[in-house]
């Protein structure tokens, strides 16, 4: 069994769905693809690639004074990258494992490692959600478990849309960066409590937050 | 259920970088609706129409008004917001939408699932129509296709934009509408469709807790 900070995320928000899609298989209706997110990733990770194989710095960092350089070590950053693989931890307590896709990951030198993350929106704004925060904590105990040093802390380059550019046939974006302070001390425990409940039976109905559950109790009408 | 109840579906994340490509071609279109010039698209796809100009203009695009009308025979209200309307030189109106994606090879309108693209288009001719418009059988999709494979990122994302022509046929729309109204208008929830991922999705998540509820007793 695999489980990863979406996963986590989704049994905080409702036991039954994250049941649902982990004992039985069963997924929440899945949207259309977010194509345009996704190939903003694909554009970004070439070119932070390309950067790593030239002088292992990039613009971006450097505008910002972040002291490291991008994680040299491109084929095991390929698997960390890899959906189907990821950088995981095995549990041998619960046999499960607990994995997450990374972006991205930065050297601060002397062993010492951080989770990089690129974030795209059309929104105005940049906001760091709770997912995000659980995403660079998981990151970080992921990162840590395998024997890497890290400063806890998680960065985000995020590309808001430049709405106030013309279009002429691109989508221009403003770059930032935000870096929060991260704390991998409650994900085991998380982790652990979240496969145990996965060997109970099935929860009697949805938590009175899920979106899905709201809706099946106002059809029972 | 969406209609009588007010229970929607549950909503996914906003699709904001598809709405933020829809918002700058509006503006950089808008920029050639005042000029009354030709844009660089229609003049590469000769297109002979310039964006229309008419007060109401941001009416139409603004999703919680849009065109509207109502249907007599059943006194629906429809209605629809869209994104561009062009006018040719013999004064008809040709419906266009923006559609934004990242995909390899050409876009088309081809595949089965892009049916709702045609049926959007077909509504929004008829809702000109029936407001009284001179409405061309040819709607326009200016379709931007997001690429991966630029050479360096920086602060962009570049497209191939190009313009699909579609010849619109608003012949199922009547029927469509007394079929959902009597729909609407029975006192029984109607049965569900056999490929509904949400219906299915509620029927299974009740069933999975109710076998467990049993069990308990």
Redesign the interface.
């Known amino acids: 069994m695999k489980i990863s900070p979406n996963s986590l995320n989704l049994y905080f928000e409702c036991p039954l769905c994250f049941w649902l899609e982990k004992n039985r298989g069963i997924k929440r209706p899945a949207p259309f693809p977010y194509e345009l997110n996704l190939a903003v990733d694909e554009v970004l990770r070439r070119d932070f690639d390309k950067h790593r194989a030239k002088s292992g710095s990039h613009p971006l960092l450097e505008a910002n004074n972040i002291p490291a350089k991008l994680f040299s070590n491109q084929k095991l950053l390929n698997e960390w990258r890899n959906n189907s693989k990821g950088l995981e931890y095995y549990d041998e307590k619960t046999g499960a494992i607990l994995f997450g896709v990374l972006d991205d990951v930065l050297d601060f030198g002397k062993g010492k490692l951080e989770p990089f993350d690129y974030k795209s929106t059309g929104s105005s704004v940049s906001k760091i959600y709770d997912r995000f925060q659980l995403q660079m904590d998981v990151y970080t105990f992921l990162l840590e478990k395998n024997g890497y040093a890290t400063p806890r802390k998680g960065i985000f380059a995020f590309y808001t849309v430049d709405k106030g550019n013309s279009f002429e046939d691109r989508l221009p974006f403003k770059k930032e960066i935000h870096i929060i302070d991260t704390d991998p001390s409650y994900i085991l425990r998380t982790f652990r409590e979240a496969v145990k409940f996965l060997k109970k039976p099935a929860p009697l109905g949805h938590s009175p937050e899920c979106d899905f559950g709201k809706w099946a109790e106002l059809l029972k009408l | ?1 969406d209609r009588r ?1 007010g ?7 906003p ?7 829809d ?3 509006k ?2 279109f808008d920029i050639h609706r005042i000029a009354k010039t030709r844009h660089p698209l229609m003049e590469e796809y000769n297109i002979d129409a310039v964006p229309f100009q008419h007060k109401k203009m941001d009416e139409w695009r603004n999703a919680k008004k849009g065109i509207q009308y109502i249907h007599k025979p059943t006194n629906l209200l429809i209605m629809g917001a869209i994104d561009d309307v062009w006018v040719n030189p013999q004064g008809e109106l040709h419906i266009v939408d923006y559609k ?4 390899n090879g050409e876009v088309t309108l081809d595949a089965p699932w892009q049916i709702c693209y045609k049926r959007q288009m077909e509504i929004y001719q008829w809702l000109f129509r029936k407001n009284d418009f001179k409405v061309s059988d040819i709607g326009y999709f200016v379709y ?1 296709n ?3 494979d ?1 050479e ?10 190009k313009v699909i022509p579609y010849e619109g046929n608003a012949d199922w729309i009547e029927q469509t509408i007394l079929g959902l109204h009597k729909c609407l208008i029975q006192e029984d ?1 109607p049965e569900m469709a056999a490929d509904c ?2 219906c299915s ?2 029927k ?3 069933q ?2 109710y ?3 049993k ?1 308990k007793k």
Not at chain 2, 7 to 13: D, E, H, N, Q, T
Request: aromatic residues 12%.
């Open positions: 259920m109840l229970v929607a579906r549950p909503p996914g994340f699709f904001n970088l598809n709405n933020a490509v918002k700058l071609l503006k950089e934004a994606t990242s995909k931007c997001g690429r991966t630029a360096a990122f920086d602060k962009k994302i570049e497209f191939d934009v929830i991922d949400y999705y509620r299974v998540a009740a999975e807790s076998k467990f509820s069990q």
